[in-house]
């Protein structure tokens, strides 16, 4: 059995932020930029505070089986909640995206690369 790889969007918004939580927001702003996102193990976070409240988590993850993607998207809302709650920013609508990458339709250059390798 081969391993799949999971890229999982977790979005939500900032709910209930006090100036405090607001600047700490901005003063991290620029690691936090949607310029620098990537899907991670550990997750990252990209958030716009200055235009709008709503953040995005993004994670990676594998499994073995179609299946594990279930466990995968909830270990990474699970994750996403427990480092908002952990800092005390409030948050509310937390909705997931996940893709299997295994079954990701191959771009016009892969499936020139897929043809070659075969």
Same mark, same amino acid.
């Given at each position: 059995?081969?391993?799949?790889? =999971?890229?999982? $969007?977790?979005?939500?918004?900032? /709910?209930? @932020?006090?100036?405090?939580? #607001? *600047?700490?927001?901005? &003063?991290? +702003?620029?690691?936090?930029?949607?310029?620098?996102?990537?899907?991670?193990?550990?997750?990252?976070?990209?958030?716009?505070?200055?235009?709008?409240?709503?953040?995005?988590?993004? =994670?990676?993850? $594998?499994?073995?089986?179609?299946? /594990?993607? @279930?466990?995968?998207?909830? #270990? *990474?809302?699970?994750? &996403?909640? +427990?480092?908002?709650?952990?800092?005390?920013?409030?948050?509310?609508?937390?909705?997931?995206?996940?893709?299997?990458?295994?079954?990701?339709?191959?771009?016009?250059?892969?499936?020139?690369?897929?043809?070659?390798?075969?």
């Amino acid at each position: 059995m081969s391993t799949r790889e =999971f890229r999982i $969007t977790v979005r939500g918004v900032f /709910d209930g @932020l006090d100036e405090a939580q #607001r *600047a700490d927001l901005l &003063a991290n +702003a620029a690691e936090h930029d949607v310029l620098r996102a990537a899907f991670t193990a550990e997750g990252h976070l990209s958030y716009d505070i200055a235009a709008r409240t709503a953040f995005t988590f993004r =994670f990676a993850d $594998t499994g073995e089986a179609e299946e /594990d993607i @279930l466990a995968a998207t909830e #270990r *990474a809302e699970n994750a &996403a909640a +427990a480092w908002l709650t952990e800092r005390g920013y409030g948050f509310k609508n937390l909705r997931s995206q996940a893709e299997d990458l295994s079954l990701a339709a191959l771009g016009k250059r892969r499936r020139r690369e897929a043809a070659r390798a075969v």
